[in-house]
């Protein structure tokens, strides 16, 4: 029997850390209409290692918000599928043998300059937890050197290269720099191996096929890591595609501080699906007006074209008046 291969995979990447809010809302719509609209398989993956942040209740909270939105994939934790587990914690000797490679390669060092920075690094860096280039205190030290070092005490710390890595990112446009230099040697795994957000989620990109990796703007930092990372596994590269961020009048990506915009805030207001896509397109550049509106009746005019390149700046009370206006 033959098995059709399929030519886009795509990936939803939720971190359980707390509720879904309009932001990931309308990131996850873009990378759903890109996929969809070309006939991929989309795949749902819990982004869960960062395990002091993350909420034990957000992961069925993120797929019922998902669900209840009119969106869906083909493979994940609910539903299982060829790639699984679809949860990070579950996935973690794979990591382990990442890192092993990396290891033996002497392309990573034992770090021990900041506390701070080894705690931050299971999460993926948005805007301010994206810090100054490392000044490179460890570099010297061989990843051999570290079997007599405490592994509660340090991070390996991946070798960045001096190449230049640059993509055509369909939305955010031409993108390119020197890792070393633009971005620095960065945190991939604890002392212990316990894997940092940018190894997990280039080994699991890798082993569940994707193709295209569609996510916010603020992570083209982290995509020209992950590039180093593939390069250094020789693993082939996915497409990129950032989509803008949605951000409050503070011009910091939309958040709890901005007031309640969570998706179940608006769906126990009584707002429905329609309505919050309405606006959510509209920001986005996918509708020339706000009206009601479900993801598959953007698919017929999607185009990654259309998509405002600027992040949306917005206050709960405009988006109160936007969707009290339009009909449920
Ligand atoms: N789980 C990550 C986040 O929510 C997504 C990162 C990615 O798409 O690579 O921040």
């Not at 707390?18 to 749902?44: E, K, V, Y």
């Not at 940018?198 to 569940?208: P, R, S």
């Not at 996915?238 to 961020?245: E, G, I, S, T």
């Amino acid at each position: 029997m033959s098995m059709a291969i399929p030519h886009l995979t795509g990936r939803l990447a939720p971190s359980p850390t707390g509720a879904l809010h309009l932001g990931n809302a309308r990131s996850f719509l873009l990378a759903w209409l890109s996929n969809r609209q070309r006939g991929g398989r989309l795949i749902l993956r819990i982004e869960d290692i960062d395990s002091p942040r993350v909420k034990p209740w957000a992961r069925k909270a993120t797929l019922d918000d998902l669900a209840w939105l009119n969106l869906d994939w083909d493979e994940g934790p609910d539903i299982g599928g060829s790639h699984a587990p679809y949860v990070q914690t579950e996935r973690l000797p794979r990591y382990q043998l990442a890192l092993e490679f990396l290891k033996q390669s002497e392309l990573v060092y034992p770090c021990d300059c900041s506390r701070s920075e080894i705690a931050a690094a299971a999460s993926a860096p948005h805007e301010a937890t994206d810090g100054p280039i490392y000044p490179g205190r460890c570099r010297q030290r061989s990843a051999r050197s570290a079997t007599d070092m405490d592994p509660q005490s340090f991070a390996w710390r991946f070798r960045a290269s001096h190449q230049r890595r640059s993509w055509l990112d369909a939305i955010a446009g031409e993108q390119s720099a020197v890792v070393a230099t633009a971005v620095g040697d960065f945190i991939v795994a604890k002392g212990d191996g316990t894997p940092a957000y940018q190894l997990a989620v280039v080994v699991d990109d890798y082993e569940m096929g994707v193709s295209e990796v569609v996510r916010g703007q603020d992570l083209i930092p982290s995509t020209f890591r992950q590039l180093d990372l593939l390069d250094a596994l020789g693993w082939p590269v996915p497409a990129y595609m950032h989509v803008p961020l949605m951000i409050g009048a503070d011009g910091r990506r939309l958040a709890k501080r901005h007031g309640d915009t969570r998706v179940a805030w608006f769906r126990e207001a009584g707002y429905s699906p329609e309505q919050l896509w309405g606006f959510l397109a509209w920001t986005a550049g996918l509708v020339d007006e706000p009206r009601v509106v479900l993801p598959r009746e953007l698919l017929p005019t999607w185009s990654p074209l259309k998509v405002i390149r600027q992040p949306s700046v917005v206050e709960l009370d405009s988006i109160l008046r936007v969707l009290d206006s339009l009909h449920r």
